[in-house]
């Protein structure tokens, strides 16, 4: 039986510098099924991108309820 408690992610971030004072941005992503690229924030900044990276990484594992399929 697999161990649905632990995840496995291959991220994809890229930085964007940010141009005349303006702070940098990122864009994170994550490959699903070795096939294609699904994107968790595009073009956020840093306090954003987090945000974002940590409610993916807190509801990995945990089943979708049927509602949201």
Same mark, same amino acid.
């Given at each position: 039986? *697999?161990?649905? $408690?632990?995840?496995?992610?291959?991220?994809?971030? !890229?930085?964007?510098?940010?141009?005349?004072?303006?702070?940098?941005?990122?864009?994170?992503?994550? !490959?699903?099924?070795?096939?294609?690229?699904? $994107?968790?924030?595009?073009? @956020?900044?840093?306090? @954003? *991108?987090?945000?974002?990276?940590?409610? *993916?990484?807190?509801? *990995?594992?945990? @089943?979708?309820?049927? $509602?949201?399929?």
């Amino acid at each position: 039986m *697999a161990d649905l $408690s632990n995840s496995e992610f291959d991220f994809h971030v !890229w930085k964007r510098p940010g141009i005349g004072g303006r702070p940098d941005v990122y864009t994170i992503g994550v !490959w699903e099924d070795q096939l294609k690229i699904r $994107s968790l924030c595009h073009i @956020a900044p840093i306090e @954003a *991108a987090l945000v974002t990276l940590r409610q *993916a990484l807190e509801t *990995a594992g945990h @089943a979708v309820p049927t $509602s949201q399929l």
